[in-house]
């Protein structure tokens, strides 16, 4: 809840701060504030007495939200990716720099709603969190005003998502109809046999909602179009931060909530053998850069969804959390590259990027890598993050869905090379004079593909902070 | 000091390489290669004086996996022939001009180091790692310093890339599920993993995709001529003279020993396959008019031979392999690096519009007969030794595979020595042919040494892998007694 607060706050002093002609000042204190926020975290994650920092369920708030190991985890995870979009943002928005707080505003308070979605323990607080990251989202992704695509991505993705939330709602209002409290920890003290069949009826549907949220096969039919009509900045969000929240908050409540509906486990197996192979056949196809990331994240959203099958729960939260982190990490520098590439040209199609390897050596480099990372390519912690589910599967005994995984990895190499071969084989289309790229692009584009390739290398590290 | 060593220079000479700038580049990359070469060779005196020179350390506690490099005879002699033939490599490389000199150097030295990795690593991750590690610069190197048209290059890279890439995921899965079992990736923990005979049916398939395409075995080698084509001719070098062996190694390093029921069960389909891979690359050499094609099918079926051997599961069958995994190492270098030479000067592949070179530079016919004798195994020269323990091993197997194989000696030598015939012999050409150049003859001269050497006496190397062979051969007969 402190970590809450600070971030919170800290969006109201970016807004307050526009009123007192302080724009220069806020992503300088936005970024210092929000890693000392993330220091904050660490230090909780290192503390070896819990209870000074107060880590665990915390009765101050009511059993509205805890601060486990899990939730300390992904809030890390969470603001250091805001640290990276907050600090694109002015270079991106310079043609709108009166807008500027607003912006920065609302990623603080996307991340609010973020973090209250992985530290929940109440269902209300959970909604609450998801609705506050949505709406968010969707003014974010309409914020260019005068751009159609940006208008009807803006529309789109509030009709689905509105439409997502109103399924979630029903759902908890089934929970509680069947339990009589909202509070996770009372719900899990339950006997499951003995709740009515509405509660289970009430999980199925929490699970769709998020499921739209996560873009998975086959509620995925916004995503592409809003991927493509939002802001790229917006994108880059959703399809990192806003993507992982989700994924960890369906993951946490699928594990607490535990009902026993039949074939859930199945059909969530289903939908992630169907994320993999659609995302990953349509990614094929795609000739903007911006669509082809959507549907490869869907295909992600995939993977994750096999960390459901596990035997031991923290093994499977760290494994979780380790390929949010490899698959975040690695989105977020190919999507700083692809800011700096596309930032005058109109759009983000592939020949955008002939011959960067030429002009531009260093941002294809670290292209290159990100896209090898979520390939799964050894060394770069995407393999990792593979190589950590498919054991866990494995272990399940679940042979089919690791096999499918793989070729689906295989076919992934297809399009991920696509832009490779464009940058390295290709001439740059226009032999105009090259703008230098701004130096916050090179910086978080080298940074967070040094912290993904760090984690590759050391993976324990990353583990560790959950088991 | 021990084996990491030779693969921290190599990578730190990897990184030396690019940041010493265009200029020193090539010079920086063949001192970090000698020096590992030297390095390499001072571990091996180690090794034989008895000292411990393996690496044994925790990298990742669960799952478990060590950083574990571990020498032996057979991961020396191939590490050596790693570390042998990247100074000679780099240095046939001195006489071509390449754009971004300092990266085509840099990623040489890395896919050394990877090679290298490959070779000493004994943790099953570990070894994955580095054999993915490898197809990163061998991919670059292609793609940009390639010949043709990048059209071309493209689709050939990639299509190689894609196959060897989906080929070793399916070795991944396997590592995977030995891990379920023995939660441990380290080779000996693998190995005496109880398996039941359908569990090493499938994990055996799943290593042959990985080796079977990059070997390549027939029918998984169709994208071996194309590449071969386009590589730059350095990019061909590595490919045919070291990667391949990465895969033939692992079979009796890994394949062999994880589940050698199956492999006992598969023998004669196995063998049967290679020998037929053997005659099909021979009877496309056979057709071929573009030399370096006619090169990758030579090679095609040379490859295929030492597969059949290490799939007889004798140990003559294991030792002819190695033995002919570093002979071929060696001649298919240098016949690649005298088909860059001819290509340079004449600005062609076409074996038709060669010819009459012989007469414009007899010292560089008699060195490339050398080269085109000892690829076709005449006695005396390393590949013969190989060659000849190969085909014994195939009649201890059966009569008839040593029969089959033993034609393709004389096809080998028919396709080599009429290619060498329209190549090097007739009418002067009407393109001039300079002379082979000091380092040019050099690199020669270093490789035709080493194939007489060790043609003439070959019994260190023999007697250097025999008891690891040994060893592995307990682990492939255990089940049988």
Same mark, same amino acid.
């Given at each position: 809840m402190d970590i809450l607060i600070a971030i919170a706050g800290l969006g109201i002093i970016c807004l307050v701060a526009e009123i007192f002609n302080l724009r220069k000042a806020i992503v300088p204190v936005t970024v210092a504030g929000l890693l000392a926020v993330l220091g904050y975290v660490g230090a909780k994650i290192c503390s070896k007495n819990p209870d000074i920092l107060g880590l665990g369920f915390d009765e101050r708030f009511h059993g509205m939200i805890s601060s486990d190991k899990y939730a300390t985890a992904f809030s890390g995870l969470f603001i250091l990716l805001a640290v990276f979009l907050v600090a694109l943002s002015p270079e991106f928005h310079k043609e709108h720099k009166a807008k500027l707080s607003d912006f920065v505003a609302i990623k603080l308070f996307l991340l609010t709603g973020a973090i209250a979605m992985v530290s929940f323990t109440n269902l209300s607080m959970f909604f609450l969190g998801i609705e506050i990251l949505s709406i968010s989202l969707y003014i974010l992704a309409a914020s260019s005003p005068k751009d159609v695509k940006s208008n009807e991505a803006g529309m789109k993705y509030f009709l689905m998502g509105a439409f997502a939330s109103g399924i979630i709602l029903f759902g908890i209002a089934l929970i509680y109809g069947a339990t009589g409290t909202f509070s996770m920890i009372d719900i899990n003290t339950m006997n499951r046999e003995a709740l009515p069949a509405w509660f289970g009826i009430g999980t199925v549907m929490l699970t769709i909602g998020l499921m739209f949220k996560i873009a998975a096969v086959p509620f995925h039919f916004w995503a592409p179009d809003v991927y493509e009509g939002s802001p790229a900045l917006t994108t880059a969000t959703m399809s990192t931060l806003a993507k992982v929240a989700a994924m960890a908050a369906l993951f946490k409540l699928a594990t607490t909530l535990n009902a026993h509906v039949p074939g859930l486990l199945t059909t969530i197996n289903i939908v992630a053998v169907l994320s993999m192979t659609v995302g990953n056949l349509l990614a094929l196809k795609q000739n903007n850069v911006k669509r082809m990331l959507a549907f490869s994240g869907i295909s992600h959203a995939g993977y994750m969804l096999l960390a459901f099958q596990f035997i031991n729960l923290s093994t499977a939260q760290g494994n979780l959390f380790y390929y949010a982190a490899a698959y975040t990490l690695a989105g977020v520098a190919a999507f700083a590259v692809i800011l700096s590439v596309?930032?005058?040209?109109?759009?983000?199609?592939?020949? +955008?990027? +002939?011959?960067?390897?030429?002009?531009?050596?260093?941002?294809?480099?670290?292209?290159?890598?990100?896209?090898? #990372?979520?390939?799964?390519?050894?060394?770069?912690?995407?393999?990792?993050?593979?190589?950590?589910?498919?054991?866990?599967?494995?272990?399940?005994?679940?042979?089919?869905?690791?096999?499918?995984?793989?070729?689906? #990895?295989?076919? #992934?190499?297809?399009?991920?090379?696509?832009?490779?071969?464009?940058?390295?084989?290709?001439?740059?289309v226009e032999e105009g004079k090259q703008l230098p790229v701004p130096f916050v692009y090179t910086a978080v584009a080298v940074l967070s593909m040094a912290i993904n390739i760090a984690i590759g290398i050391y993976p324990q590290f990353v583990l560790d902070l959950i088991n | 000091m021990d084996v990491s060593f030779i693969l921290i220079i190599l990578l730190f000479g990897a990184g030396a390489t690019y940041f010493v700038g265009d200029k020193w580049a090539s010079k920086a990359a063949l001192i970090f290669s000698l020096a590992a070469f030297a390095a390499t060779i001072y571990i091996t005196c180690l090794y034989n004086a008895g000292e411990n020179v393996s690496l044994l350390k925790l990298w990742i506690k669960s799952p478990r996996i060590f950083l574990a490099f571990h020498a032996d005879g057979l991961s020396l002699s191939m590490t050596l022939l790693t570390t042998a033939l990247t100074p000679v490599i780099l240095y046939s490389s001195f006489g071509s001009l390449f754009p971004k000199t300092r990266a085509f150097y840099a990623l040489i030295l890395f896919m050394a180091f990877a090679m290298a990795g490959t070779f000493l690593a004994v943790d099953g991750l570990l070894y994955y790692i580095f054999w993915e590690l490898s197809l990163i610069p061998i991919y670059f190197i292609a793609l940009l310093w390639g010949s043709g048209t990048a059209e071309e290059r493209k689709k050939a890279v990639v299509k190689f890339f894609i196959y060897t890439f989906a080929g070793s995921l399916f070795m991944l899965v396997a590592f995977v599920f030995l891990y379920q079992r023995t939660h441990s990736f380290l080779n000996f923990h693998l190995y005496s993993a109880a398996l039941t005979p359908k569990e090493q049916t499938w994990i055996f398939l799943a290593f042959f995709l990985a080796y079977a395409i990059k070997i390549p075995i027939i029918p998984f080698h169709t994208w071996q001529a194309n590449v071969y084509q386009k590589a730059p001719a350095a990019g061909t070098m590595l490919l045919s003279g070291i990667m391949l062996k990465m895969a033939l190694y692992s079979i009796i390093r890994w394949q062999l020993p994880i589940a050698p029921m199956a492999a006992v069960q598969f023998k004669y389909i196995l063998v049967g396959l290679c020998i037929a891979g053997v005659i099909y690359g021979s009877i496309l050499a056979l057709k071929q008019d573009n030399l370096k094609k006619l090169l990758a099918y030579s090679s095609l079926a040379h490859v295929g031979l030492i597969a059949a051997g290490n799939y007889t599961l004798t140990l003559d069958g294991l030792r002819g392999a190695v033995l002919q995994m570093l002979a071929h190492g060696f001649v298919v270098v240098g016949l690649f690096f005298a088909a860059d030479i001819i290509e340079r000067r004449f600005a062609t592949q076409q074996i038709s519009e060669m010819g009459g070179i012989r007469v414009q530079s007899p010292k560089f016919t008699s060195m490339f007969m050398i080269l085109v004798?000892?690829?076709?195994?005449?006695?005396?020269?390393?590949?013969?030794?190989?060659?000849?323990?190969?085909?014994?091993?195939?009649?201890?197997?059966?009569?008839?595979?040593?029969?089959?194989?033993?034609?393709?000696?004389?096809?080998?030598?028919?396709?080599?020595?009429?290619?060498?015939?329209?190549?090097?012999?007739?009418? *002067?050409?009407? *393109?001039?042919?300079?002379?082979?150049?000091?380092?040019?003859?050099?690199?020669?001269?270093?490789?035709?040494a080493v194939l007489l050497v060790f043609g003439l006496y070959p019994k260190p190397i023999a007697d250097f892998v025999t008891p690891e062979l040994e060893k592995i051969l307990v682990y492939i007969n255990r089940f049988n007694k």
């Open positions: 596309c930032g005058g040209k109109g759009n983000e199609d592939v020949y +955008n990027f +002939n011959g960067l390897g030429k002009t531009q050596p260093l941002m294809a480099a670290v292209l290159t890598c990100a896209l090898l #990372s979520m390939a799964g390519i050894p060394i770069f912690s995407g393999f990792f993050g593979k190589l950590f589910l498919f054991g866990q599967v494995l272990e399940k005994g679940r042979m089919i869905l690791v096999i499918i995984a793989v070729i689906n #990895s295989i076919i #992934s190499v297809g399009y991920y090379f696509k832009l490779i071969l464009a940058m390295y084989t290709k001439d740059a | 004798l000892a690829s076709v195994a005449l006695p005396g020269t390393f590949n013969f030794v190989g060659e000849f323990e190969l085909l014994y091993s195939f009649a201890q197997t059966n009569i008839w595979i040593a029969v089959i194989g033993g034609t393709t000696i004389i096809l080998g030598a028919f396709y080599m020595l009429r290619m060498f015939q329209y190549v090097m012999l007739g009418e *002067k050409n009407a *393109k001039p042919f300079a002379d082979v150049t000091f380092n040019e003859g050099l690199v020669f001269v270093i490789i035709i």
